[in-house]
């Protein structure tokens, strides 16, 4: 499989307006999004967001009551679910479900073109563990929309994110997610995503605090 792997060409320069989505991180374990291997990827879960943002707009995901930011990023490239897989940069991104390290366990390129069109979804945080199957609800939510965002233009907190600002309080979201936004209003979350540090600050909020194969150190950024 590796010897039919392509490289996509790198992407022209994002432009710097662009739209704003805002969501609530609820499970942040590293898997969506995955902030590993010095790619920022939402691969699956909220296809609606992945469906619509096009490059050159910012993904904002926030803590469970939105008090705090978990990560933002820029998204540089879309692709669709096999080019992810075949794509080299993102051969990192296939999780290896029987290592000790989390950050090899918890990759979100599950999604193996079949040759017939469809997919073939991958042991994974979305694979049927019990049953030892596929996760026909999951597979269903995810590939409803054939879209991957990966950008390298990216902060993630996991659970030590900064509190989020007075005046960006119109980010705050109840389900779903936002993305009606004033231009005033993305102007003002462009900023504050341009003052904070680049990639990877702190561990996701549900990993162990004995595994330390999140850090960029340890080769996962």
């Known amino acids: 499989m590796l010897d039919a792997m392509r490289e996509s060409p790198m992407p022209e ?11 609530v991180v609820v499970s942040d374990t590293g898997f969506a999004p995955n902030p590993f291997h010095r790619w920022c990827t939402l691969a699956c879960c909220k296809p609606r967001i ?5 490059p050159g707009d910012l ?30 940069r993102f051969c990192a991104k296939r999780p290896d479900w029987k290592s000790r390290r989390l950050v090899e366990r918890c990759g979100d390129s599950i999604y193996e073109p079949d040759g017939g069109g469809g997919f073939a979804q991958q042991r994974s945080q979305h694979w ?19 879209a991957v965002l990966a ?8 659970g030590d994110g900064p509190v989020l600002p007075d005046e960006l309080d119109f980010l705050h979201v109840a389900r779903g997610h936002r993305s009606r936004f004033t231009q005033e209003q993305i102007s003002k979350v462009r900023e504050f995503f ?14 162990s605090e004995q595994d330390t ?4 150190s340890c080769g996962s950024s």
Do not use: M
């Not at 320069?13 to 969501?23: D, E, H, L, N, Q």
């Not at 992945?50 to 096009?54: D, G, K, L, P, V």
């Not at 904002?60 to 009551?65: I, K, M, P, T, W």
């Not at 939105?66 to 990023?73: A, D, G, H, R």
């Open 13 to 23: 320069p994002t432009p710097r307006s662009g739209r704003v989505f805002a969501y």
């Open 50 to 54: 992945r469906r619509h943002a096009r």
């Open 59 to 88: 993904v904002v995901g926030l803590s469970s009551r939105c008090e705090s930011v978990v990560y933002i990023l820029e998204v540089q490239e879309k692709l669709t679910f096999d080019r992810y897989w075949n794509d080299s």
């Open 128 to 146: 049927d563990h019990v049953r030892d199957q596929e996760n026909v609800r999951s597979k269903r939510r995810d590939t409803s929309a054939d």
């Open 151 to 158: 950008s390298r233009n990216f902060v993630y907190f996991g």
């Open 194 to 207: 341009d003052a904070l540090p680049r990639g990877i600050q702190g561990r996701p909020r549900r990993w």
């Open 213 to 216: 194969s999140w850090r960029p």
